[in-house]
């Protein structure tokens, strides 16, 4: 079997697996794909609109989002000082509790999905990045015909 085939199918079955895994996250915590990715990505208090272009989603579903993780007690809204009409999404310490679990569950399971060791992570790392900055917008939006 050519490399590139391996590679395809295996980084398919990486993928299913790793899936499964946040599927399996999602559940035992009770919150959506949304909710995680936004409380991942908030190290640092950030305005909504910020978030929300970073995350590449609208502002109604950042704000919908941010609504259940404030009624969990995941995150709290605060006045921006330097702008007082702008609002500030900051996760709590429960925020961050979940946080270190999601990040803990991540690392495991990647770990011991593949077997890699850090300085196999890191090369593995420096080659997917390389792959992700080949691809453009255009190259991912091929469309295929039967």
Known sequence: MPNEIFLTMSISMLNAALEARVQAFEAQVNLSRHDIKVLMHLTEPKRMGALAEDL??????????????????LLQR????????????EVTDAGRTLQARARAMATEGFRTL?????????????????????????????EVKP
């Open 56 to 73: 590449q989603v609208l502002p109604s579903t950042l704000t919908a989002v941010a609504d259940r993780l404030e009624q969990n007690g």
């Open 78 to 89: 605060t006045r921006d000082r330097q702008d007082r009409r702008a609002w500030l999404l």
């Open 114 to 142: 593949t077997g890699l060791d850090t300085a196999e992570i890191e090369t593995f790392v420096n080659l997917m990045q390389k792959a992700m900055n080949n691809m453009t917008a255009e190259s991912c939006l091929v």
